[in-house]
């Protein structure tokens, strides 16, 4: 009997950690801003657009390379409180570490590309 109840209580985890998990996921969690390029085994693309003095709400994301595909000025808010005004140029690459943020566009808005790798394994 024990061990029934044991296993009905990790399975009720399971259940409830598994929409924690997607909840996660930009794309589902917030459309208005996040919409899937591309993805396969080594690479997720996302377009990522916010209208000019917009924000987006506290958030997690992986480590990612942002392509801003215009110039745009913002402000990154980690979950610790820190803040930071960021400075992007159209077309220069830059890494972006995971975490938990908030993120408040400048004037311009925001658009550009957010590339999660997946995989550092060579192609076959």
Do not use: C
């Not at 399975?11 to 899937?36: E, F």
């Not at 390029?37 to 690479?43: S, V, W």
């Not at 992986?62 to 820190?82: C, F, M, Q, R, W």
């Amino acid at each position: 009997m024990k061990s029934i109840a044991s296993l009905a209580g990790l399975v009720a985890i399971l259940a409830l950690g598994v929409p924690a998990i997607h909840a996660q996921d930009p794309v589902v969690s917030d459309p208005a801003h996040y919409k899937l390029e591309l993805e396969n085994d080594h690479a997720r693309v996302l377009h990522v657009t916010v209208e000019p003095n917009g924000k987006i709400e506290l958030h997690e994301l992986n480590g990612a390379i942002v392509v801003p595909l215009t110039d745009y000025e913002s402000t990154l808010k980690t979950a610790d409180g820190k803040s930071q005004l960021i400075e992007r140029k159209t077309g220069k690459a830059a890494w972006l570490p995971g975490g938990k943020r908030e993120f408040e566009a400048g004037p311009k808005g925001v658009d550009a590309l957010l590339i999660e790798p997946k995989s550092t394994s060579p192609s076959k």
